[in-house]
């Protein structure tokens, strides 16, 4: 079992900045893939970004260019710098963790944390 922490949520204006953390609780987190997913009331959950264990990163259309994936194998934590953060990006954002075995898929979730951006 792989707990997920996410932190760095919060209120941000029109055309500010955060960065959220996702820090994992495996010796294996080399392993996994990682990704970042959001939710807000009017949509369903959508994938913002991920990354491969191999370091290749991917985003949604409407993230390309203003965020930021990123892991550190050390720390045992994926961030997503976030930047020119518009009111369409208000949800709550998710750390996603997967990997597949020979058997089995694993997937693990966060809580979520909040970013509200609003003037």
């Known amino acids: 079992q792989v707990q997920l922490v996410e932190s760095g949520g919060g209120w941000v204006q029109p055309g500010g900045s955060l960065s959220l953390s996702c820090a994992a609780s495996?010796?294996?987190?080399?392993?996994?893939?990682f990704a970042w997913y959001r939710q807000s009331p009017e949509k369903q959950r959508e994938l913002v970004a991920n990354i491969t264990r191999s370091y290749l990163p991917k985003y949604a259309d409407s993230v390309k260019g203003r965020f930021t994936i990123s892991r550190d194998k050390a720390k045992r934590t994926v961030y997503l710098q976030m930047a020119s953060l518009q009111s369409e990006d208000t949800a709550v954002y998710y750390c996603?963790?997967?990997?597949?075995?020979?058997?089995?898929?694993?997937?693990?979730w966060g809580q979520g944390t909040q970013v509200i951006v609003s003037a």
């Open positions: 996603n963790a997967k990997v597949q075995t020979e058997t089995d898929l694993h997937d693990y």
């Open positions: 495996t010796s294996d987190f080399w392993l996994y893939d």
